[in-house]
């Protein structure tokens, strides 16, 4: 099975599954993930289809169930539920982000994001292009920020809060591809706390859609694909406003 078509499949499968399951259990902590944090209910459903359907066709990276070595020359790095805090709280903002890639965020070959209650797809295929539910997207600049605030924010974002229109959604995958398909122009997370799971798919979207992707101090961001290396991100229509934020 081609494995991009294998990722469609699971990122759709995953949300299906979600949407039949009972939303007050969501919060429930089953266990212990592979990156040392409690793992929620909703997080090892969406993560055992992930397995399941992969099987040994390829090797799996995510934040629960660690690295997965199936001897294969591909990785599918997964976030099964991204923006778990707003799926356990019934705040209908988060998704599935599944990529393909070999050793490095910049070779990942394709990606995924699928917005599980709205249904909206996300896709890109490495000089490809980028696409919504189809229909290809493009960046655009407007004055409509998505920053990381509260404990997660710092001095810049907070200060962004005061101009514009600003959200802050709590789903970086998400909320990356608001700045792929031209919604918002700029996402920030000026805190070395995401993983390569939360951005690989996200990050080749927003830069076949002809956007821009840092890390919190303005290098292009690359990261191996492992659990050990967090970053903060910059996800940019424009590179003239990475000045602004460093």
């Not at 759709?12 to 009972?22: C, S």
């Not at 055992?48 to 294969?72: W, Y």
Request: charged share 25%.
């Amino acid at each position: 099975m081609d494995l991009a078509k294998l990722a469609e499949a699971i990122a759709k499968k995953i949300a299906k599954k979600v949407k039949q399951e009972n939303f007050k259990k969501f919060g429930e902590y089953v266990g212990m993930g592979a990156d040392g944090t409690e793992t929620a209910y909703i997080d090892k459903v969406a993560e055992d289809v992930a397995i399941r359907m992969i099987g040994e066709k390829a090797n799996m990276l995510s934040e629960e169930a660690g690295f997965i070595d199936n001897g294969k020359e591909y990785t599918l790095v997964i976030d099964p539920i991204d923006g778990t805090k707003n799926a356990i709280n019934g705040i209908p903002f988060y998704g599935v982000s599944i990529a393909i890639g070999k050793e490095r965020l910049s070779d990942v070959e394709y990606g995924i994001v699928v917005n599980i209650p709205t249904g909206d797809v996300y896709k890109a295929r490495k000089d490809g292009g980028a696409y919504l539910n189809g229909r290809k997207i493009k960046v655009e600049d407007k004055p409509v920020y998505c920053l990381s605030l509260g404990k997660s924010g710092n001095e810049k974002t907070w200060g962004m809060a005061k101009q514009g229109t600003v959200r802050a959604m709590g789903a970086a995958a998400v909320e990356m591809c608001l700045v792929a398909s031209g919604a918002a122009s700029l996402y920030f997370m000026p805190r070395d706390v995401l993983r390569v799971t939360d951005l690989a798919a996200s990050t080749l979207i927003v830069r076949e859609a002809g956007g821009f992707v840092y890390d919190a101090h303005g290098s292009s961001l690359d990261m191996p694909l492992n659990l050990e290396k967090r970053s903060g991100v910059i996800a940019a229509s424009n590179p003239n406003i990475v000045g602004e934020l460093i």
